[in-house]
Structures are given as C-alpha cells and as structure tokens.
C-alpha cells in the first residue's frame, strides 16, 4: 500500500508488523485503534503521532513516516498506554523498538536536543546508579549549549529540595556499570556480527 | 324489553381516584332497560365475577356492560364470566373509563361525568346486541414452504418431523440456495456443502416432505388453517419419472458455453444441466432458451436442429414437448423462505431507486467481482476447482482489495439498511484468501465492523490478528483499470490521508436485497412487505415469524437480511409455530365477521374490491326452478378479519359486520348526542 507523501515503498508485505513481533514479542495485529492508550498518553497534546496513531501506521507498514517522526523521540516512556491498553499491545516497547530502529538505520536520525537528553540521562545512571538531576542538568546543557534554558525554575527546584547538590550513588553501582558494560559489548558483537554476514 | 345490568369498577385507585364510581352506578342505573347497577373496587376479582354472575341468574339480565378498563385487558376475563353465568358471551360489552377517562383526566367532576356518558353508550349498544357464536374451522394439517434454501429446508424438515405433512416449493432446479453456493461458512469455517447436502437428501427422502423443485406459486385463496395452492410445475423437459440422473445427456449436449448460475457466470454449463453435482432432486432441466432444439424450433425449422440429448438417454426421459402444469394442493399454513438476491452493482436495477454502482467498475473490469463470486473461486467445486486465480487472465492474485458497505448503508444508492452478514463474510474471504495464497495481501475498505454474534468479534480479529488483514477505515471512491492492475482510490480516515492501492483483484461487498418478485409473491399471499420488498413480520420483537395474515409465516432473508444462524432459528421457529397451529383440530375465530343480507345486495361488488383479506365471493341466487336471479356477494367468515371497511361502502347497506351493525353504531351515537 501507498499513502500519499510520506510513505515509503513497501519491504514485502507487511515486514515492520513482523519485524516488530520479533523485537518486542507483541502482535500489533490486536490493535484496534479504541484510542485508550492516547486517551491516557501525557505527551498526546504535544506529539504529531499520538501512541494510537504509531500502531496503526506499525500495521500499515509505514516504515519512514514513522522513523522520521520527532514524535516517538518524545516520548517518556512512562508507560501508562502499555498499562490501560485493552488488547495486551504494549504501545511503549513498539515507542522503544522504533527509537532502536531509528537509531540502527541513521545514527543521527534523532533530533539532536532529544539526543542529548537521552545520552545525558543514561550517563547518570552509569555513574551514579540513579538519576542525579542536577548532573542531568549540567550534562545536557553541556552537549546542547542551551545554558539558560528553564534556569528561573531552578531556584523554586532548589526551595523544594528537588535539586540535590551532591549525588547519591546507590550501593551497586559496579554492577550497574557492567550492565551498560554488557549491553555494549553485545551491540558491538551485533553490529560486528551483521557487517560480517 | 332489555335488562342489563352494569358493572362499575374501581380499579383500585386507578378509577376511582378520579371517577365517582358510586355516582356512575347511580346515574346508569336510571336509564331504561337498566335492572341492575353496581359499583365494586375489583371486577375482576373472584368476588367481582361472582357479582356479575348472581346478578344475570337472578334479575335474568339479557345484557351485561362492564364499566372498567381496556376491552384489551379483560374483555374475555368478563365474557367468559358471563357465558359461565349462561348468557352468550358476545352480550357482555366494555366500556372503557379507565384508558379513556381516569388515567387521562384530573378534574373528577367532568371526569365522573364522562364515565357516565361512555357507560351510557355501551349500554345502548349492548341493548341491541344478538347472540353471536363462536366460528370454528377445521385445519388441514399439511404445510406450504416456499424456497428451498436453508431457511425452508429447516422449517420442512422441523415441520415433517414434527409429525405434518410439507409441501416445499423451490423455484431453481435444485434445492439447496445461497448456502449451497458458499465455500466456507463462518465463524467456524466449516465447508457449507458438507453441513448442507446432508440435509437437503434427507429433504429428499423424507416421507412427509412432498418437494416440488422447478416449481412456483402461482395463486393463493383460503384462510388460515385451509389454504389452497396452485403451484406451477415448470417444464423440465425431463420425465422426473424416467430420469435416473446418470448425465449422459449432459454430456451429449452440443451446447457447452452457457454461463453457469450456480457459478456466478464465472463458469460454463450446458443447455440441459443440473446446477451443480450434489443437486437435489438430481434430475436435468432443458435451458429453453439455449438449448439448441428449442433455437431452432423457435427460427421456424421444421427439421429437429438437435436431439443429442434425446439420443443419449437410454431411459427415453428426455421430453421436447413437456409444457408447465398447474398443481393444486390444499395446505392449513404457509413458511414464506424465498431469502435474497445481491445488489445489482452493474446498472441494470430491479426497482426504481436504486442506483448502481459505475465508479466501482464492476461488469467492466473483469477482476471486480462481488461476494458470491468470490465464493465460487474459493469453493472446491468451483469453475476453479478451488484454486485462488482472478478472472481475467488466470493469474493468482497477490493483493486483493476488499470493499465492505457496496450498496448497504447509503442512501445515495437506494439502501440504507445495514446488510449485516457482510462484515462476516469480508473477514472469512481474508482468510480464505490468505490460507490459500500464503504471500498474499488483503486489505479491507470498512466504515464499521458489526459483528454481532456468538464467536463472531473473535472470528473478524483473527482475520486481522492472525491472518494478516489489513483494515481501512473509509469508502473507497473509484476502482478502475490501469494496465495489468486494478486501481483502488480510497481514503484512510484513521490516518486522514488518501490511500492508492494497485490490487490484482477487488471483491465487493454487495449488499443483500430481497428475491425479485417478492412483491408479486407478498400480494399472492396477502402479507405486506416494505419498501425494499422485504416480509414485514405481524410484531417486530413478539410475532418475528407471523406476518399480519394469519397462518402465514416467514423465515430467512426474504424478512431482513440474514445469516445462516438467524435464517436457521427462524425456520424452526416458524415450524414451531405452525407446529402449534396443527395442534388444534379445529380453530376458533371471533364471531365478529361481516354477513351479507342477500335479499338487499345489488352485486355491485364494491365490497370486493375493497376488502384488504380476499374474504369476499361471489353467490349466485336462484329461484326454485334453478333460474339465476342474481349473483351477490358472500362473505367467507373464515377469511374475514372484521374491519369493516366493505360496511362502510356497501352502498346498499346490505353487508353488516356482527357486532357492529350500523344499528348499534347508531344507537351509541345517539346515545351521546342525547
């Protein structure tokens, strides 16, 4: 099938409901677009592709509209589609699996802003094992230069107690680090494994 | 001189609330001929009855007027309390101050005032009423199923083993219907001829079970428990009795290029066939109007053109000169099953108002098919022999494009019922299509899927979560030809965008409509249809398989659209039905019929004209020497409904319905104005 405009030419017929049955172990199928997961969704009022409209177009096989769509990058995971949806789907993980695909297909495909903040989150878990805002902070305004982006609501955050000066680290950190270790060292071996092939 | 007695109620509070029950007994029983007033809280009581009983065996009253509720209500209760008493029950009225007074009025006063007034008018009328009795009729214990499809395979099945007689009258050559057609049935996907043919042998076999195939009905008279049918034996041009359906002459026919109706023209028959292997009864028709003999008889030669067929049958079954014959049969009830035909996408219409479908290129582009086609390219018996290959070059498809709604649920087009078994056939259809060509892709066009029924949401999920059809929500707008592939304009409305498919093959949806010449048929057996041409039943949620003139009933499609469930219980509840009916051995009807006074009818027959039941007939009067006088109408009673409309034309006041004479009427009249 072809939708006018954004769409893609087709892989074989209906190769991304089947490419996403192997990474996340969900049928897509079972979507039938009752709405609840967007009806839910705390970013629906922001994003172009609400979670509803991402199934859907899963099952319509619209690869490039999907993976060039900012949407999925906003995203925040929170999972609360995955928990209401009525069919068993899991909206968040096919969020997460296009994010991987996204990021396989062009590195640089994701918005550079949401990029960073991403990359900046999962160095503070590596480091401190939990999230430590005020790194989090430090750390993304670093790699996208915004210095003063949202810095009159730090003094408010700091009155609250919701900025901690000093990191926390949790007692595993070690384990925590050889997790993103291990992780690594198995896409490294993945990537490695497809070149060869 | 008159002596009535009447009978006040309270009703509980609901009457006497608002009605001065004891003033209406009062007032009533100062009027002449009245001997006898009363008022009491429950009439309908024990108590109450008793009442009315001591009161007609010891004041002898000639009447009795219950002033109470609804004659709807308890104008039996009150009648048969009456005739318990010994007086005939058509003396014992209702006038009704509760529906027509209490319930309706506030100010007690006026309300009291207006009791009176009714209760005076029933009085005056029941003065002149005269012992009527009860009419009772035999029944003929035999049954009339039209179509010999599922639904009237069912019912004459029920019905023979039920212990009645059946006549069943099908119009095709075989039995069997739409369903016989159908590859696969759902939710289930069982093959439908495996669960049909089975039945339709034992159709065959069945003592009780008379079937008249290649036959119609061609006139109705009579009433409920004694109908007579003429039924019209189309000319086979086969001796059925000589036929032993071996097929030689099926294979000697020089004629071969005949489109196949039981294939949805998408195969060939000969000239002289049966529809398909399994047809029962199993036995050849001539196509007269392609059979070669024929041809050439109707071009004038004098020379037989053909005789093959005549040639090759070893049995001399073969009968060039069978012309249609007219059978009678006396029947006590009649199941109307003459199910559906599809929508007519192409242009030729059946009914004005309907509009076909030319933006869908159906007729046009060879690859455009409807449902039943679709199911003929499915079905192992099929022109393909079940082998998925669209009809323009053989070729299998490798994406069909499924339209739902083609005709159902626009308006624009003439129908705006929902078709309701389309939903369920467009998934089985996906998954017909993808069990048989495993790359194969479906899309499906929707506005809604309704799939109301036992198993039936879970059969249209699997289409989509198993085998891998695509939904699209919208109507599609144009289908066209471009090159080897079918173009199908449509619109996603879940995304809002337009969507272009190149799809090998498209499948339409079409709805369902009534058989052609259902109108024809209703108007033969008196049963109003609707305007689609579909059987109205007598009540839509109390009587769903009576219709308005009693002893006929209907099943199937041929009442709304229908599936092979619904169609079923409707047979069987049909056969029930009549099943009950032939539990009587007589049947009782209300005396309230119209009678003719012979001596006054001119025999101008306006009377005829107007009565909505056929109850009117002609007599002939003649004097003692067997001279005719005159011929005037007769009213046949078992006919007669009672509405009275050939009283009202009757221009020589000579047709009266009992009960309601223009006397009575008169009476009641007078008595308000008074």
Request: net charge neutral; hydrophobic share 40%.
């Amino acid at each position: 099938m072809r939708t006018h405009g954004t769409d893609a030419p087709a892989h074989g017929p209906l190769s991304l409901r089947a490419e996403m049955k192997e990474r996340t172990g969900k049928n897509t199928a079972r979507c039938y677009q009752c709405g609840k997961c967007s009806a839910g969704c705390p970013m629906a009022g922001e994003t172009r592709l609400r979670p509803h409209d991402v199934m859907r177009l899963v099952n319509q096989d619209a690869r490039a509209r999907l993976l060039a769509d900012e949407s999925i990058w906003l995203c925040l995971t929170c999972e609360t589609c995955t928990e209401r949806c009525p069919n068993g789907c899991d909206p968040a993980r096919t969020m997460d699996a296009l994010r991987e695909m996204a990021l396989e297909a062009s590195p640089g495909s994701p918005p550079r802003a949401l990029l960073a903040f991403h990359r900046a989150f999962l160095d503070q878990v590596r480091w401190t094992g939990r999230s430590f805002e005020l790194g989090l902070v430090a750390d993304y305004k670093l790699r996208t230069g915004a210095l003063l982006q949202d810095v009159a609501t730090a003094p408010g955050l700091v009155a609250r107690g919701k900025l901690g000066f000093v990191p926390h680290p949790i007692d595993g950190v070690k384990e925590v680090r050889r997790i993103f270790e291990a992780c690594e060292e198995a896409t490294r071996a993945a990537s490695g494994k497809k070149e060869g092939a | 001189m008159a002596r009535i007695g009447v009978f006040v109620c309270h009703c509980g509070e609901n009457i006497g609330r608002t009605v001065d029950c004891a003033r209406v007994a009062g007032e009533i029983g100062k009027l002449p001929g009245v001997v006898h007033s009363v008022d009491y809280k429950y009439m309908c009581s024990d108590p109450g009855q008793a009442l009315i009983k001591q009161a007609i065996a010891e004041k002898g009253l000639t009447g009795v007027v219950v002033s109470a509720c609804s004659p709807h209500m308890h104008e039996r209760t009150f009648r048969r309390a009456a005739g318990g008493a010994g007086l005939n029950p058509f003396l014992c009225e209702m006038a009704n101050i509760r529906e027509h007074c209490s319930w309706i009025h506030e100010d007690r006063e006026a309300a009291t005032d207006k009791a009176i007034d009714l209760a005076r008018v029933i009085v005056e009328k029941v003065k002149r009423n005269v012992p009527l009795e009860t009419i009772r009729i035999p029944v003929e214990k035999r049954a009339l199923v039209i179509g010999g499809g599922i639904a009237g395979i069912q019912a004459a099945l029920d019905l023979a083993d039920g212990g009645a007689e059946v006549v069943l009258v099908e119009k095709e050559p075989s039995i069997g219907g739409h369903m016989s057609q159908l590859s696969e049935t759902f939710p289930t996907l069982d093959c439908s001829q495996c669960i049909l043919t089975p039945r339709m042998v034992e159709v065959y076999q069945h003592p009780r079970i008379r079937l008249m195939a290649y036959c119609e009905v061609d006139a109705v008279e009579g009433y409920i428990g004694n109908f007579k049918v003429t039924i019209r034996q189309k000319a086979r041009s086969v001796d059925e009795t000589k036929c032993n359906g071996c097929g030689a002459c099926q294979k000697a026919c020089v004629v071969k290029n005949v489109p196949s109706e039981f294939d949805e023209r998408l195969g060939k028959r000969t000239a002289i066939y049966v529809p398909f292997p399994q047809a029962v009864p199993n036995i050849p028709v001539i196509d007269r109007e392609h059979c070669a003999y024929f041809k050439g008889r109707a071009r004038g030669m004098k020379k037989d053109a053909c005789g093959k067929c005549k040639e090759a049958c070893a049995r001399g079954a073969i009968d060039f000169a069978q012309e249609d014959r007219f059978v009678t049969e006396k029947v006590g009830a009649i199941v109307v099953a003459t199910g559906y035909e599809l929508y007519s996408i192409g242009k030729d219409q059946p009914a004005a108002g309907l509009k076909g479908y030319g933006e869908y290129g159906y007729g046009t582009v060879p690859d455009v098919i409807d449902g039943l086609q679709f199911e003929r390219l499915a079905s192992a018996s099929g022109p393909t022999a079940g082998k998925l290959l669209r009809p323009s070059d053989g070729k299998v498809p490798k994406k069909i494009v499924f339209l739902q709604c083609v005709g159902s649920r626009d308006p624009a087009k003439g129908i705006d019922y929902c078709s309701k078994v389309c939903c369920m056939y467009v998934a089985k259809h996906t998954m017909l299509y993808r069990h048989k060509v495993h790359d194969g892709e479906a899309t499906v066009f929707y506005m809604d899927v309704r799939a109301a029924g036992k198993g039936y949401d879970e059969f249209t999920r699997r289409a989509v979560e198993e085998d891998g059809a695509v939904y699209v929500r919208g109507r599609v707008s144009r289908v066209y030809r471009d090159g080897d592939v079918v173009k199908v304009l449509g619109f996603d409305t879940l995304n809002g965008t337009p969507v272009e498919i190149d799809a090998d093959m498209v499948v339409l949806a079409t709805a369902m409509r009534p058989r052609k010449g259902i109108e024809k048929l209703a108007q033969t057996l008196s049963v109003s249809y609707d305007r689609h041409g579909f059987i109205n039943e007598a009540h839509p949620k109390l009587r769903p398989v009576e219709t308005n003139t009693a002893g006929v009933f209907v099943a199937g499609a041929c009442q709304a659209p229908r599936d092979i469930p619904d169609s079923v219980a409707m047979a069987s509840a049909a056969a029930a039905k009549v099943l009950g009916l032939f539990s009587n051995e007589m049947l009782e009807r209300e005396p309230t019929v119209a009678r003719v006074d012979a001596a006054l009818c001119a025999g101008c027959f306006h009377c005829e004209r107007v009565c909505p039941y056929g109850a009117v007939e002609h007599k002939e009067v003649r004097d003692r020497k067997g001279n005719l006088l005159k011929v005037v109408a007769d009213v046949n009673p078992g006919v007669c409904q009672g509405c009275g409309t050939c009283q009202a034309t009757c221009p020589s006041k000579s047709v009266e319905l009992m009960g309601f004479t223009d006397e009575q009427i008169y009476a009641e009249v007078n008595a308000l104005a008074l």
